[in-house]
């Protein structure tokens, strides 16, 4: 598989070099489009993404902008859905495909979503993973608490005790090396030093972002990504981002969805759990 994993760039509407990372070569089956969460990048999807290219899909796992390889806007107004979503019309012009399947974490979900009311014609299947039309209060609470929030940490030992002490809770099984690896896809080496991988201007756009949240078009751009395709829902037992209420409604309003529940984890399971890549597999034999 190391020999079909290659860098990909494209342009956003509005000038900037966006990153994705690409695994497997094209086939006649639509491609697959990962986006992570809020603070996270390509790199969460390196175990889960080969698994899928093994499976005869292309993989494209993308840096939303502001994170990564990706640019970093000089507007932060620009972090929000609306654009997320513009730039995956970009990237899917970039490689000359009407339409892809998507896996979007968290954040990656809302912008699934909203790519299927803005153009649902680009989108042949989605999977979310942790993510519906409504976000725990709990959980955008703790997000809240730490994205772009100054804190010190000076080497990868720092690191590792920092991802640790933030995602414990929702990972207690980890293991040390586990948590290295985990705090090497949200760090990077940069002059010497260890630092996040993001624009801490992602958090300058938290208002809009939390009104964005409690907007009721939501649950309208569920729906509509539920009559894309086929849709899988995998959640964490004890999120605190995608309530269990919240599961219930979804799966009133699409009873078609498959919906998978990864034991002992909480926001966002990492998706190479054996309940997720079972339901990532049937996925992606239900789809075009």
Not at 46 to 58: F, K, L, M, T
Not at 201 to 213: E, H, K, W
Request: glycine share 8%; net charge positive.
């Amino acid at each position: 598989m190391n020999d079909l994993v290659r860098d990909h760039k494209w342009r956003s509407r509005d000038g900037l070099t966006l990153f994705a990372r690409v695994y497997g070569a094209p086939t006649d089956a639509l491609p697959v489009i990962c986006i992570p969460g809020l603070t996270r990048n390509s790199r969460d999807f390196e175990e889960v993404a080969p698994y899928i290219a093994e499976q005869g899909r292309q993989v494209f796992a993308v840096d939303l902008r502001g994170r990564g390889r990706s640019n970093r806007s000089q507007n932060p107004k620009t972090y929000t859905p609306v654009q997320f979503a513009a730039d995956m019309v970009a990237l899917l012009a970039s490689i000359e495909a009407p339409r892809a399947l998507f896996v979007g974490t968290s954040l990656g979900g809302l912008v699934t979503m909203t790519l299927a009311m803005r153009q649902p014609g680009l989108i042949g299947g989605a999977v979310l993973n942790d993510v519906g039309p409504r976000v725990g209060k709990a959980g955008l609470a703790r997000i809240r608490g730490y994205a772009g929030k100054p804190f010190n940490v000076t080497t990868w030992e720092d690191a590792t005790a920092y991802v640790k002490r933030t995602n414990e809770a929702a990972f207690p099984d980890l293991e040390d090396s586990d948590w290295e690896r985990f705090a090497r896809r949200l760090f990077k080496e940069d002059n010497g030093k260890v630092v996040l991988d993001y624009d801490p201007g992602i958090a300058r756009s938290a208002s809009p972002f939390a009104a964005f949240l409690s907007s009721m078009m939501l649950w309208p751009a569920f729906r509509r990504l539920a009559r894309c395709g086929p849709l899988t829902l995998i959640y964490g037992e004890t999120s605190d981002i995608l309530e269990r209420v919240t599961v219930q409604r979804m799966q009133r309003q699409a009873p078609a969805m498959t919906v998978v529940e990864v034991p002992g984890v909480g926001h966002a399971p990492q998706l190479d759990e054996p309940e997720a890549q079972r339901a990532i597999k049937a996925f992606l034999q239900a789809a075009p």
